[in-house]
């Protein structure tokens, strides 16, 4: 078949790779001009499955005022009068029970675990470099209630298969040296966890799919994919300004513009854009700076040791704002970053280096935080897959797999019972 990839971020990409591994002609289409120009230019590169639990919790109103009263809040919530977004709460309240958070606990746990096997089967497969380790992920805490949740948490994931260490301080100190001039009190070692650059990982596919011998993969850079509807919703036309789009089937992944595309053609995607920041800065002092990724479970900064083209960088990602299509952000934005950052390693970054770089991007987010990947309810010949929300990197391959599985008419090498529905 000739299949039709929209979007070039983690997700198509990915997607491309399992269609063409069946053996599928394929295109992708990109509007920016290069694959993981969006949200999968910068995010935490961290391959976190033992932190996929569902956002929905039986704590969710609470995490909500917190976000209202309480301005270092990572979360807030600043387009109050969206209809679309009182849509999404409404549904993503529905989950927030013991009963549901159970549910797609276990769903969400198993498929990160999933995907985290489809991720380094892809890399062992086609050489791809992105430098990914697996060797734990380090989630650290400062006071003695993160650490009881962080206790809790452990024991959570534990029960379905992951092994997260709980440490003390001495013993976390032992693991990461840098954290000595800090306060922790202790935290976590995810055992399985891992890191890698999800940027290189997504450019470097994209790169092997389109110099394949046999069938090479067409990535067509820099044009924008337009939606009609036509008979009153029964069909549709797909075009770019080069003319209109033909093949046996598309894919749609478009990560966060994924809504307001589905909405162009008639379709509600349940799925709201959620803004984090994140920055790249150069490290000034090795032996102050964290050697492997992690998450401080008081201000929920995230960071990642990365090798970048000027040298050794650190990226730092925190904040979860829903305020709509909106990738801007003000320096303010960043303050958090540092201040939380330095607590743990000071002396570390050299945060006014001429190379530090700024960037907001926005999860697509659906309200079970469970991704969507089926066909299209009504059209036949067109599929979807998107909202991973926090967690595309890690989901990305896994998400490919399943998808290439549904085009196929195959059962789903992972159940997608669980999975956010149309
Ligand atoms: C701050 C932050 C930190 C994160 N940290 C992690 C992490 O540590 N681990 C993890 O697993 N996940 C993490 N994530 C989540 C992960 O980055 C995302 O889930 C993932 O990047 C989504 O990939 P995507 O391909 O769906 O979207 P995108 O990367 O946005 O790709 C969609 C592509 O579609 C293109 N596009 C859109 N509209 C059109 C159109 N009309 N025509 C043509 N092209 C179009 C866009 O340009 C874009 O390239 C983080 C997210 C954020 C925001």
Redesign the pocket.
């Known amino acids: 078949m000739k299949i039709i990839v929209?979007?070039?971020?983690?997700?198509?990409?990915?997607t491309a790779y399992y269609l063409w591994r069946d053996g599928h002609e394929i295109e992708v289409?990109?509007?920016?001009a290069e694959?993981?120009?969006?949200?999968?230019?910068?995010?935490?590169?961290?391959?976190?499955a033992s932190r996929a639990l569902p956002w929905p919790n039986p704590g969710s109103r609470g995490t909500l005022w917190r976000s209202l009263t309480d301005a270092d809040a990572p979360m807030r919530v600043t387009r109050w009068l969206d209809p679309a977004l009182w849509r999404w709460g409404r549904e993503f309240m529905s989950y927030a029970n013991e009963q549901e958070f159970a549910r797609l606990t276990g769903a969400k746990l198993a498929f990160a675990r999933f995907c985290q096997d489809e991720l380094e089967a892809a890399l062992a497969a086609t050489g791809v470099e992105c430098g990914y380790r697996r060797d734990g992920l380090l989630y650290v805490c400062r006071s003695d209630a993160t650490l009881a949740a962080a206790r809790a948490r452990a024991a959570l994931v534990g029960a379905h298969g992951y092994e997260a260490r709980v440490l003390g301080r001495e013993s976390a100190i032992a693991l990461e040296s840098s954290l000595a001039a800090s306060t922790v009190v202790g935290g976590t070692l995810a055992v399985s966890d891992a890191?890698g650059d999800?940027r290189a990982f997504?450019r470097a596919l994209a790169r092997w799919l389109a110099s394949r011998p046999e069938r090479p993969v067409r990535f067509r850079m820099g044009?924008?994919?337009?939606a009609t509807p036509l008979q009153r919703l029964r069909s549709f036309e797909l075009s770019?300004a080069a003319g209109k789009l033909d093949a046996d089937a598309f894919v749609v992944?478009?990560?966060?513009?994924?809504a307001?595309?589905g909405r162009a053609m008639g379709r509600r995607v349940p799925m709201y854009p959620?803004?984090?920041?994140?920055l790249t800065v150069p490290v000034r002092d090795t032996t102050k700076a964290p050697t492997r990724?992690g998450i401080c479970e008081d201000s929920l900064i995230?960071w990642?040791p990365l090798t970048t083209a000027q040298g050794p960088a650190m990226r730092i990602?925190?904040?979860a704002v829903f305020c709509g299509d909106d990738n801007g952000y003000r320096d303010a934005d960043f303050v958090a970053h540092r201040r939380h950052f330095d607590a743990l390693f000071p002396g570390a970054l050299a945060w006014e280096h001429p190379s530090v770089e700024c960037w907001?991007?926005?999860?697509?987010m659906t309200p079970s935080t469970l991704p969507i990947i089926q066909r299209d309810p009504t059209h036949a010949n067109l599929y979807w897959?998107?909202?991973?929300?926090?967690?595309?990197?890690?989901?990305?391959c896994g998400s490919g797999r399943v998808l290439a599985d549904v085009v196929a008419g195959r059962a789903p090498a992972f159940t997608t019972a669980d999975f956010q529905q149309l």
């Open positions: 929209l979007g070039a971020g983690l997700i198509g990409v990915a289409i990109e509007r920016e694959a993981a120009s969006a949200t999968s230019y910068a995010n935490a590169c961290l391959i976190s890191q999800s997504t044009e924008t994919v337009r770019t992944a478009l990560g966060p513009q994924t307001a595309f959620v803004k984090g920041f994140s990724g995230a990642c990602t925190t904040g907001a991007c926005q999860r697509p897959n998107c909202g991973q929300g926090h967690i595309g990197w890690t989901m990305s």
